[in-house]
């Protein structure tokens, strides 16, 4: 069962803020061009990050590469040596070194670099992927549009696109047939990955959340993992 006193407390500011960043539009920016050497070292990023995290335009709305030189190369996904008493194919939210994991056969797992709900947001425990969206609509709380009346426009939803806060893909997480109003979804923020920024939700980046998209079931089962 989900911590009844973390759910409550950040369903409630999770359905307050809708997995908006903070921004009164929830408009996000564009990364800017893609770069190939860390500017903090010099050092250049391998060529396999660089097609991992390149363009997408095939996508209904093209998503431009990711500029790998703005975030620290802890976040880049990949294939790692994972001991996790949950079976193979769960997936794993650590929430205070901010990684995803999802576990895989032979003591190994996929991580990728997230961004996570700020201190009050936060919630753990144990729930499930009810299901999945490609280019969702995000629609704004009633409370959120009250706050923030230049919502009104979004109360029947926002169209799908790269400026939508949901991003390319989400994945819906319920406990039992109650909907937790938590989400995994994919995010233009490129700074925020790493950091407590997001109001509740988990954001990975948009070429991330699009390959864990890829690889789990609606059912999946999902553990959040707090200090």
Not at 26 to 38: A, C, W
Not at 78 to 107: H, K
Not at 208 to 216: A, E, G, S, T
Request: net charge positive; aromatic share 10%; proline share 9%.
């Amino acid at each position: 069962m989900l911590n009844r006193r973390l759910f409550l407390a950040s369903a409630t500011a999770a359905l307050v803020a809708g997995c908006s960043s903070g921004s009164r539009t929830g408009r996000l920016p564009l990364q800017s061009s893609p770069s190939d050497t860390l500017p903090q070292t010099g050092r250049r990023i391998p060529p396999e990050y660089l097609q991992m995290y390149r363009a997408m335009p095939q996508e209904r709305f093209p998503i431009p590469a990711v500029d790998l030189s703005k975030i620290d190369p802890a976040y880049y996904r990949r294939l790692v040596d994972y001991s996790s008493p949950e079976p193979a194919g769960t997936i794993v939210v650590d929430t205070p070194n901010r990684f995803l994991y999802l576990t895989m056969e032979n003591g190994k797992a996929m991580r990728y670099g997230v961004g996570i709900g700020r201190a009050g947001f936060s919630w753990g425990g144990r729930a499930r992927i009810q299901y999945k969206r490609e280019w969702p609509t995000w629609t704004p709380p009633a409370e959120m549009i009250a706050r923030e009346p230049e919502l009104e426009e979004f109360r029947n939803g926002m169209q799908p696109g790269l400026e939508n806060p949901l991003g390319a893909r989400a994945l819906y997480i319920f406990e039992g047939n109650k909907d937790t109003l938590y989400r995994l979804h994919g995010t233009s923020e490129t700074w925020s990955i790493g950091k407590a920024v997001s109001s509740g939700c988990v954001r990975l980046l948009q070429q991330d959340v699009i390959d864990l998209y890829n690889r789990v079931p609606d059912g999946t089962p999902i553990v959040v993992r707090q200090a």
